[in-house]
């Protein structure tokens, strides 16, 4: 660059630049005079190109900066610039030959303030409210009793030991854990990717997929928990199919995440209570309602028993259901000769008092066909259907007889076994058997004598044997008693003591 300064053209002072080594010196001294700055001001415009790099101004007042973030940055961004994001950020300031212009390359993006984070997170909030993401409608039910439960948070905080605790404590399950940092600029993309890599695991693999998946993360500052604000993890919660537990922060810190997901948790801890039931409690449950269940059967069966009893007793014997008409049925076979025999009666006065009034040939007339009506009703009139009713209820009469009779053999049967086996017993329980085995039964009169004292006080004696009985006198049972009695060893005087 020397070069041009001390060589100018014959006629100018001044040396000549080409326009690329103008632009490439004002880059140079740009970047060697700013090197890596920071830079606060407002979000302007933004806009990400189809090759993935984003461009957006910085503004204040009075001045505007072009800002640019090339694609493999922009996953690095703890916070992606949004319009009207009040943020301070950070990179080189660099310049753009083909269009004269300068801008600053940025690699890192901060909000300015706590303020500034509550506004973008109101604004990301009514955002994905107007979309439909809260509504109450999406919310899916969590599994009473979830096989496989997800976690998604860090492996060496405290929070997965709570839940593993309390999960143990009250109805242990297996559980999957999916390491992911809770707070940086990776944690928002790496809790997406674990919600998205839970649901697309198979059901039933080498792998299995959970029944209920739980975000935790404990307490810390708006900034430590607002991986769970970016708009990436509200989204990946709201697509899973899984029921999902949000568990981030304490029971006063309030995310994103919370709004969009099934159910939210106050704590880690208390999202493990809402995953399971208490088993105890469970078994105490399911054990209350067996007893239940057994007592109400128990009850339907003894009602129904009493009923049929009930109604058993009620009905009547088939010997008086047949006495009334059999009764009918002898008045009625009683009754039918006399009552013949007064119609034919009562049908020939008839004809004779009409015979004293008609004409000798009229007369004969009638007679004649009154003779043939009767001859024809007589025909008609015959005893075989009363006689065909007569034999049905006979031998209806007969059948039931038969089956009384069996009855009654069947339970002379019953008791005559019942009595043949009481008599066995007994039998089996007399005494007489243990006279057979070679024992005696020894009585003074109707007294039992059952010790050799008892014997050899007492009268004549009778021994009872398995074939017989045989009787003592007094003095011969005196002289068996003393026979019997024990002589001491060596033949001489035993002692005393």
């Known amino acids: 660059m020397s070069d041009l300064f001390d060589d100018p053209q014959p006629g100018q002072n001044a040396p000549e630049f080409t326009v690329s080594e103008i632009s490439g010196e004002v880059k140079r001294t740009l970047e060697g005079t700013f090197g890596r700055i920071r830079v606060k001001g ?83 909030k009514k955002q994905l409210e107007a979309e439909g993401l809260f509504a109450s409608e999406r919310k899916k039910p969590l599994p009473y009793l979830p096989q496989i439960i997800g976690v998604v948070t860090s492996p060496s905080g405290a929070v997965i030991r709570d839940i593993l605790h309390r999960l143990r404590d009250r109805f242990p399950r297996k559980v999957l854990v999916w390491p992911v940092a809770v707070q940086g600029q990776n944690c928002a ?42 708009e990436i993890v509200s989204r990946a919660a709201a697509a899973s199919q899984i029921p999902l537990i949000s568990a ?69 014997k088939p010997d008086t259901l047949l006495e009334t008409p059999r009764q009918r049925l ?25 015979a004293a009034s008609l004409r000798p040939s009229t007369l004969r007339q009638l007679v004649q ?33 038969q089956r009384l009779d069996a009855a009654q053999s069947l339970r002379l049967d019953r008791q005559r076994q019942s009595l043949s086996a009481a008599g066995r017993q007994l039998e089996i329980l007399s005494y007489k058997a243990t006279l057979e085995r070679g024992y005696a039964v020894v009585r003074s009169g109707a007294e039992i004598l059952t010790t050799r004292d008892a014997a050899a006080k007492a009268g004549p004696l009778q021994i009872e044997f398995a074939d017989g009985t045989l009787d003592l006198e007094e003095g011969t049972a005196d002289s068996a008693a003393k026979t019997a009695a024990p002589k001491p060893p060596g033949g001489g005087q035993g002692s005393l003591f």
Not at 192 to 199: L, S, V
Not at 330 to 344: K, N
Not at 374 to 395: F, G, K, V, Y
Request: charged letters at 25%.
């Open 330 to 354: 002898d008045r009625i076979s009683d009754r039918l000769p006399g009552a013949l025999i007064s119609g034919v009666q009562r049908r020939r006065v008839h004809l004779s008092e009409t």
């Open 369 to 401: 066909g009154r003779r043939d009506r009767l001859q024809n009703l007589s025909s008609r009139l015959t005893l075989r259907p009363i006689q065909r009713e007569i034999t049905a209820r006979n031998d209806a009469l007969g059948r039931l007889s």
């Open 189 to 230: 993309p790496e809790v997406a990717r674990a919600i998205e890599g839970f649901n697309r695991l198979t059901p039933g693999g080498a792998l299995p997929r959970p029944d209920l998946i739980i975000v935790a993360r404990g307490g810390g500052s708006i900034e430590d928990l607002w991986g769970f604000n970016e």
């Open 42 to 124: 407002e979000v302007g415009r933004v806009f990400k190109a189809r090759s993935g790099h984003l461009y957006y101004d910085i503004k204040d007042d009075r001045s505007v900066l072009a800002c640019t973030t090339w694609k493999g940055q922009v996953a690095g961004l703890s916070v992606v610039p949004e319009e009207g994001l009040e943020v301070v950020v950070t990179g080189r300031l660099t310049a753009f030959g083909a269009q004269s212009k300068y801008n600053m390359n940025v690699d890192e993006v901060a909000v300015a303030g706590q303020g500034a984070l509550m506004a973008l997170l109101e604004k990301r």
């Open 248 to 316: 981030v922060g304490h029971e006063t810190d309030t995310t994103l995440i919370d709004f969009v997901s099934d159910r939210r948790a106050p704590t880690p801890t208390a999202a493990a209570e809402l995953a399971v039931p208490v088993r105890l409690e469970l078994m105490a449950w399911a054990e209350t309602q067996g007893a239940r269940l057994t007592r109400a059967a128990g009850q339907a069966v003894q009602l129904g028993r009493q009923r049929l009893n009930d109604l058993a007793r009620a009905l009547p």
